[in-house]
Structure formats: structure tokens, C-alpha cells
């Protein structure tokens, strides 16, 4: 079975929401990367939200038959980076998420609006 890569978007930031994630933004990189489609970017309030909000994320996307492609920064629960191929998620400590603003960094992207 194979998702596009608009279906894994919507059902990432819905297991995102789910899990109470805050400021959630999505930057269609489409035209502008070849890194990904789209990078997904939230935070949590706690370490445990973040690794709460990354679980439901990995196992949304296991449901739907994506391979996670890997997970990096769980330990610590700061910065954690889940590569679904066609979509990154970057789930933040909201204390990081500022400090590294990475929504800057990819300013030429346009921001997917959701209904």
C-alpha cells in the first residue's frame, strides 16, 4: 500500500494533535528541497509530551504501512527528528523550539494551511 505523501501529512499532524502538540506548522518543500515534501514542526511542554507526541506520530504512520526511516533525539526528548521519507517531523522542547527556529531557516516554504 502506498500513502501519498498529502495523506501521511494530514494524518501527522492529526497524531500530533492528538497528543495535545502545540504550535504545529507544516512547510510544503515541494518546490524549494529534495530533502522531503514536507517538514511537520511542533512542540510539547515536557519531555514526556514530546516523546508522547513522537510515539503517536510513529505509530500513525506504521498503521498506514510507512517505514520510519529512523528517530533521532529521544533519549534526551530536546529536538527529535522522525524521518517518514516523503515527510520530517521535527517534534521540539518548546524551550528549543525558539532557540533554533528552524521555521526561519526554511522561510521560502510555503506554509500548508489545514481545514
Known amino acids: 500500500m502506498t500513502v501519498?505523501?498529502?495523506?501521511?501529512?494530514?494524518?501527522?499532524?492529526?497524531?500530533a494533535e492528538d497528543k495535545k502538540?502545540?504550535?504545529i506548522v507544516a512547510l510544503n518543500l515541494q518546490e524549494i528541497?529534495?530533502?522531503?515534501?514536507?517538514?511537520?514542526?511542533?512542540?510539547?511542554?515536557?519531555?514526556?509530551q514530546v516523546q508522547a507526541i513522537v510515539t503517536e506520530i510513529r505509530k500513525s504512520a506504521e498503521l498506514r504501512g510507512v517505514r520510519v526511516r529512523?528517530?533521532?533525539?529521544m533519549d534526551?526528548?530536546?529536538?527529535?527528528?522522525?524521518?517518514?521519507?516523503?515527510?520530517?517531523v521535527h517534534v521540539f522542547h518548546r524551550d528549543e523550539r525558539d532557540y533554533y527556529n528552524i521555521e526561519k531557516l526554511w522561510?521560502?516554504?510555503k506554509v500548508v494551511e489545514f481545514a
Do not use: P
Open 4 to 15: 501519498h505523501s498529502e495523506e501521511l501529512l494530514q494524518a501527522t499532524v492529526a497524531a
Open 21 to 23: 502538540a502545540m504550535r
Open 33 to 48: 528541497s529534495l530533502v522531503a515534501d514536507y517538514f511537520v514542526i511542533c512542540s510539547g511542554n515536557s519531555d514526556t
Open 70 to 73: 529512523g528517530i533521532e533525539g
Open 76 to 88: 534526551s526528548a530536546r529536538w527529535v527528528l522522525i524521518d517518514l521519507g516523503d515527510v520530517v
Open 107 to 109: 522561510s521560502d516554504a
